[in-house]
């Protein structure tokens, strides 16, 4: 267990993380292995043939489907399915759950994280170490042991089926890994930096607003993008706090619009990408910091 | 209301404790605030109460309800239910770390090696882990249709037709049809970190050692491993964690069935609390599952307050 401070310098952030991958260094002008690049390739597409059939089939007309089998190459193709599954679906409104508990929850959340990081990692907490732990907890904590008496507790404060009622508890959910990343990027700033803020007079809301934040910019993306992930796919609060069809997000209204349309499999295929080609988008332009972001998580705290 | 109370012995520790002054007191307080109390009123508040629900015949609906004391506790040996809901969290736990730590470490090691393309290879293997869990249930559900599902249309296209059968619909096979995609999204992780982990080991280790005529299989065991010690440590922890909360898929995928075969005890949770209206019970199951998950990752925890602390 100790040892696992060991692996702290390789990854520290994002950057200092990837680089390694793709870095000419180690073996100068020695070519790739043409064999083994052919054999991970064949894997991958091995790997990631449960998306392009679901893209295939979701090109294609439900006929073409029936007649010819799930496997066979379309004879036509069609972007009707997309037009279906987004009426059926109700994708209009759960888009905009989504997109609107996005918007409320993640920055909210990114900024009361790093507040509390802060006040661990730079500033005179009394009892740090035991919040600290208490917060860590939180990580292993099951969503399923909350679910009754955060129903409960909102339905008393009127908040149940809205999308601001979600916002507490995925707050609370999503402190712990926010504040372990956050704690031991901010640990890492130079105290002197923030010894000279002091002499300048700098109160420690200048000195987190202007000087912490703006140089934890990766860390602080990483989590952010993280986050956003975590609040978009999250579905078992969503699944039992939210009832009414104008309130769900996207993961719930999937799951519905999987039991109307699986009889039409060209247009559950096209439901199913609907919902998930906005992370799909997010993640290939941002993998760089998920994939630091996990990495220096987990590697550095 | 506290913090006033809180900041006057804070500095007198500073002061003895360290000759570096930190800002303190009622300024760290204002700081950790926001963030402790939505932790503790919708996360701590909630966990204490429904251990305190737990002791009880509550409903879920009444206003009111009777202390039982241990009684949903030892009902639960009582519960065929429960009892085969905790073996397969016990199957899904050990067969979705095994298989995707084991596979991840085989393509980690492949990916460190001479292969072109390793950004878009790396993207590809951890694609299914950032899907949301309902979309890849829909996926695989779909893929496993025993009309118009891909698995079997492809064990006909192989001349394997006769294996052709409905995996999620029988009671044995739809436990092991749920963790394949399990192990789809879950094997990017460990493959990352170890990934992360292997460009850190000294190349110099291994030229030495095939200098002095080690063979592959003992530098793996003898340079490899050891290096890796604190990734696994770290990929099993986080695995163990995230493997034993399992629900959505399930809940997605098969709903407990068929039967009760695919119960896991977070959903046999779920179904006592909302559908049998059973809420004391349900959340001793919750009691239950959360006791485990934090005894067993408590060392995790430990470490890494440690570290962070220091």
Do not use: C
């Amino acid at each position: 267990m100790s040892s696992s401070a060991e692996v702290a310098p390789v990854a520290a952030l994002p950057d200092a993380h990837v680089a390694p991958t793709e870095g000419p260094s180690r073996e100068p002008k020695r070519k790739g292995g043409i064999g083994m690049t052919i054999v991970l390739a064949l894997v991958a597409l091995f790997w990631i043939s449960p998306l392009a059939l679901l893209v295939i089939t979701a090109l294609r007309p439900l006929s073409d489907f029936v007649a010819n089998g799930p496997l066979a190459w379309p004879q036509e193709w069609t972007l009707q399915n997309f037009a279906d599954a987004w009426g059926v679906g109700n994708f209009a409104t759960t888009y905009r759950n989504s997109a609107f508990l996005l918007i409320l929850k993640v920055p909210l959340g990114v900024l009361i994280s790093a507040m509390l990081a802060f006040a661990l990692a730079k500033l005179r907490l009394r009892f740090g170490t035991v919040i600290m732990f208490a917060v860590f907890l939180g990580l292993t904590i099951p969503i399923y042991i909350t679910i009754v008496p955060v129903f409960v507790l909102l339905r008393t404060m009127g908040a149940i089926d809205t999308i601001p009622g979600l916002v507490g508890p995925y707050l609370a959910f999503g402190i712990p890994f926010e504040v372990l990343v956050l704690q031991s990027f901010f640990r890492q700033l130079p105290d002197e930096l923030i010894e000279a803020a002091k002499m300048d007079g700098a109160g420690p809301w200048r000195i987190f607003f202007t000087l912490v934040l703006p140089l934890s910019t990766p860390a602080l993306v990483t989590v952010f993008i993280l986050d956003a992930v975590a609040t978009w796919n999250e579905f078992l609060f969503a699944l039992i706090l939210l009832s009414s069809d104008a309130n769900k997000t996207i993961p719930v209204g999937l799951l519905n619009f999987q039991g109307q349309f699986s009889n039409n499999n060209t247009g559950l295929a096209a439901g199913i990408l609907i919902a998930v080609v906005p992370i799909l988008i997010a993640y290939i332009f941002l993998q760089r910091w998920i994939v630091g972001g996990l990495t220096a998580g987990a590697t550095k705290g | 209301m506290g913090t006033a109370t809180l900041e006057a012995p804070a500095v007198d520790v500073a002061a003895v404790r360290r000759p570096r002054r930190k800002y303190g007191g009622i300024h760290a307080w204002l700081f950790a605030l926001p963030a402790l109390a939505v932790y503790l009123i919708f996360l701590v508040y909630p966990a204490l109460t429904s251990l305190w629900f737990s002791f009880t015949d509550w409903d879920g609906l009444s206003p009111t309800y009777n202390v039982v004391g241990l009684e949903n506790y030892t009902n639960m040996p009582k519960d065929p239910v429960v009892i085969q809901a905790l073996i397969n969290n016990i199957i899904w736990t050990v067969v979705t770390i095994v298989f995707p730590v084991v596979i991840g470490l085989a393509l980690a090691m492949l990916l460190n090696g001479k292969v072109r393309g390793k950004p878009v290879l790396r993207l590809i293997f951890y694609t299914p882990a950032v899907l949301p869990l309902v979309a890849i249930a829909s996926i695989w559900g779909w893929l496993y249709n025993p009309q118009y599902g891909a698995i079997n249309e492809f064990l006909n296209l192989i001349g394997l037709g006769g294996l052709a059968q409905p995996w999620l619909g029988q009671d044995s096979t739809a436990l092991a049809a749920v963790m394949v995609p399990g192990i789809w999204l879950r094997v990017g992780f460990p493959m990352l970190l170890y990934l992360a982990a292997l460009q850190g080991i000294n190349q110099d280790m291994y030229e030495a050692a095939t200098v002095d005529g080690a063979t592959r299989s003992q530098q793996f065991w003898h340079i490899t491993m050891p290096s890796l010690r604190p990734a696994h440590y770290i990929v099993l922890a986080l695995s163990l964690i995230d493997s034993f909360k399992v629900f959505d898929l399930i809940y997605a995928m098969t709903y407990g069935g068929p039967g009760t075969a695919t119960q896991v005890m977070g959903t046999w949770m779920y179904f006592n609390v909302f559908q049998y209206y059973q809420a004391g019970y349900g959340t001793a199951i919750a009691v239950v599952i959360t006791v485990i998950a934090i005894a067993v990752s408590i060392p995790y925890v430990r470490s890494q307050t440690k570290e962070h602390a220091a």
